[in-house]
């Protein structure tokens, strides 16, 4: 069984985990906070790489795959054009049984319902007075990969009709995201989640929480039984901190849960000693959201509580992970 969500967005590292953000049609450059009004022509155009999956047979899916990335440098669509079907490429998540998540291009093409879309890229666009200076938000624009065809075979990409600000319309992305699109090829490109990181819950990805500045603290004295315990392999660093990749997670039994739970309740309250080796490996033990405990499995072999008091990985902590298979 599969199902599909369509893919949104840019790479984030949140908090701790390392995930991704939704990738959408409209995007502030900058999350967070409200962006303050900027003047016009601050809108950025973010061609949409959508790669075209190989194999397709569609002549118009070719063209597409040929152009590269959409851009707003074309005409619009002229009033004498007679399209008789419209194509993309595109890619979505793709949830697929056993198998994990992952990210899919798409080759796609409509042949009804054409004229909303059509009087969509003839409305026109608006500027602004000469001399005039307006303020305009400050945001990223992705750009749907697309083209029309006529019944000659003749393949446009028309520009987006735009605003005064130079954004495309809202209507007109709203009209090509609506045609009844049917899936003519689709080739697999990236897992985003194996089945394995579905089935424990553990994160893709790990900040090494060792490599963050150490505040203040102490060892947490009462922590609820773990329940999962993923391990990540340091494979890249982000600012300076390491990146652990996803390796194995474990659902722990009740009596793993209890073994854990009991050596980490009655470590040593003594910081860690120093040490400059560097872990390649490292243990999450995931709690709650607030009360998650890393374990460096080789290096220092340290260990970080909720909230971030290092202490040495006392060794019943460290077999305790060892009969969990980590």
């Not at 003047?39 to 790489?49: F, M, N």
């Not at 002229?78 to 793709?94: L, Y």
Request: aromatic residues 4%; proline residues 8%.
């Amino acid at each position: 069984m599969r199902t599909r969500t369509a893919l949104l967005g840019l790479v984030l590292i949140c908090g701790l985990c390392v995930g991704c953000a939704p990738r959408g049609v409209t995007a502030p450059i900058e999350e967070g906070n409200p962006t303050p009004p900027v003047p016009s022509a601050a809108v950025s155009i973010l061609a949409q790489a959508t790669q075209c999956p190989a194999g397709s047979t569609d002549a118009a899916i070719t063209q597409l795959a040929a152009d590269g990335v959409p851009s707003q440098s074309g005409k619009p669509l002229s009033a004498d054009f007679d399209a008789v079907a419209v194509v993309r490429c595109t890619d979505e998540d793709e949830t697929i049984a056993g198998d994990g998540v992952w990210d899919v291009a798409l080759a796609q093409r409509a042949t009804t319902d054409l004229s909303t879309l059509t009087a969509a890229l003839r409305t026109p666009s608006s500027n602004p007075p000469s001399g005039s200076d307006i303020a305009c938000a400050g945001v990223g624009v992705l750009l749907p990969n697309f083209a029309l065809v006529n019944a000659q075979g003749q393949i446009v990409r028309p520009s987006l009709p735009h605003d005064e600000c130079d954004e495309p319309l809202t209507e007109a992305l709203n009209a090509v995201n609506a045609m009844p699109w049917k899936t003519e090829t689709e080739q697999r490109l990236n897992q985003v989640q194996t089945q394995a990181e579905i089935d424990t819950g553990c994160p893709s990805a790990y900040k090494d929480v060792f490599d963050l500045p150490s505040p203040k603290a102490t060892p947490w004295t009462e922590l609820t039984e773990p329940t999962t315990a993923c391990e990540y392999a340091v494979s890249s660093t982000s600012g300076g901190v390491g990146i652990g990749a996803f390796v194995r997670g474990v659902t722990l039994d009740g009596a793993q849960r209890l073994a854990i739970s009991t050596a980490l309740t009655s470590a040593a309250s003594t910081p860690a000693k120093a040490c400059s080796a560097e872990a390649t490996t490292f243990a999450l033990l995931m709690v709650s959201p607030s009360e998650n405990v890393v374990v460096e499995l080789d290096g220092c072999l340290r260990m970080s509580y909720p909230d971030y008091f290092v202490t040495q990985a006392p060794t019943s902590v460290l077999a305790a992970l060892r009969s969990a298979r980590l």
